[in-house]
């Protein structure tokens, strides 16, 4: 007798629940491709935003740089850095450069570091927002001037196991205005790599600055204008124009032996002052040495460099140097040197622009001279 064997058939609704679980699981493999893929995007752009900002040195560049980056990784409206001037400093305050804030000038927006919003930052690593912050400290003033920012979200930036700063998120540009777990991640992950990149470039900034007139160092001034002139060079047909001055104070050692170093030491400072609020932050201002400044104009041809050259002197000359109860008048001379694009080596420029200074000091002092190389050819 033959054993029957018995099929069950499937009914129709048994068909559908089997492409039902089918299809979940492949909605499932495909949701978690999905993130897995978007996972390994987000890690080769960190690695890309590591090589960027690692490229940046110049401190003002790098601020903006980050901000850039944060915004477009982070789909923000907005975007703010605070940070310390120097090492020393126990202030964070707000870098000039900024996006999507509306920011008053009657608000001075800097923070103590023991200041317990820093604190409360100090415990967190992704970030928090205005509202934990509110909760868990007092809002004073200058917690209140930093809401009034609306900002979306506060991140702190660490470098080495210490805070060098924080950073203010805008509005998010999506939907949510809450950041996922996975977001906070990423804005952790970026944040990192920005403050390893600010703490750098203030280590660069404080070894290549003078100390008393914050002015750039001789060697670092030279190191740059070769690497400008490297750029100039191999720009094809279109070349930024690029000029330079030598500054000198007239009649410095007499400022010394009338009133003493200390007031010598407040003229530097001044003279440089001067310099610094005549400049852009294209440009690079250095001590040369002694009471010699020099600096190099990016983009600036030659008429244009003579008129920066006349306002820093008529400014000085103008100046009131108080010391002592006592008013030191003082005076510059300054020599202008222009780039030819011909190859010229970059010391040869700066002696160019020293050789037009000596012209100055010969012929009375108080006044800019041009480069003979950079005169107009009959």
Request: aromatic content about 8%; glycine content about 4%.
């Amino acid at each position: 007798m033959k054993r029957q064997v018995k099929i069950m058939k499937t009914t129709p609704n048994e068909k559908l629940l089997k492409k039902a679980l089918n299809a979940g699981k492949t909605k499932k493999y495909a949701d978690k491709i999905f993130h897995q893929e978007k996972e390994i995007f987000d890690l080769k752009q960190l690695l890309q935003i590591s090589k960027s900002l690692n490229s940046v040195l110049q401190f003002d560049r790098l601020i903006e740089a980050i901000l850039y980056i944060v915004m477009a990784q982070l789909k923000t409206f907005g975007a703010a850095i605070f940070t310390k001037k120097s090492f020393d400093d126990n202030l964070f305050v707000l870098n000039r450069d900024h996006y999507g804030f509306d920011i008053s000038r009657e608000v001075q927006y800097s923070i103590n570091v023991d200041h317990p919003l820093i604190n409360f930052l100090d415990k967190s690593d992704s970030g928090c927002t205005p509202d934990e912050i509110g909760k868990n400290i007092k809002t004073d003033k200058i917690v209140k001037d930093l809401f009034s920012l609306s900002p979306s979200f506060f991140v702190p930036l660490k470098a080495k196991n210490r805070m060098i700063g924080f950073l203010l998120l805008g509005e998010k540009m999506e939907s949510s205005h809450e950041f996922t777990d996975y977001e906070k991640n990423i804005i952790e992950n970026i944040a990192s790599l920005a403050a390893i990149a600010i703490n750098n470039s203030q280590l660069l900034e404080m070894t290549t600055t003078d100390i008393m007139t914050h002015l750039k160092l001789k060697h670092y001034f030279f190191t740059l204008l070769m690497e400008r002139l490297d750029i100039i060079n191999s720009s094809g047909a279109k070349k930024e124009p690029l000029s330079i001055l030598m500054i000198d104070i007239d009649f410095f050692k007499k400022i010394n032996d009338t009133y003493g170093h200390a007031a010598g030491d407040i003229v530097l400072e001044e003279v440089a002052r001067v310099i610094k609020s005549c400049t852009r932050n294209a440009d690079t201002a250095a001590r040369y040495g002694g009471e010699e400044f020099v600096v190099m104009l990016n983009n600036t041809p030659v008429s244009a460099a003579m008129a920066i050259a006349e306002r820093i002197r008529k400014l000085v000359e103008e100046s009131a140097i108080l010391y002592d109860g006592q008013k030191i008048n003082v005076t510059i001379s300054i020599g202008v040197s222009s780039y030819n694009f011909d190859l010229e080596p970059a010391k040869s420029i700066v002696d160019r622009a020293d050789k037009a200074l000596y012209e100055s000091k010969q012929n009375g002092r108080n006044r800019v001279t041009l480069s003979k190389n950079n005169l107009p050819k009959d």
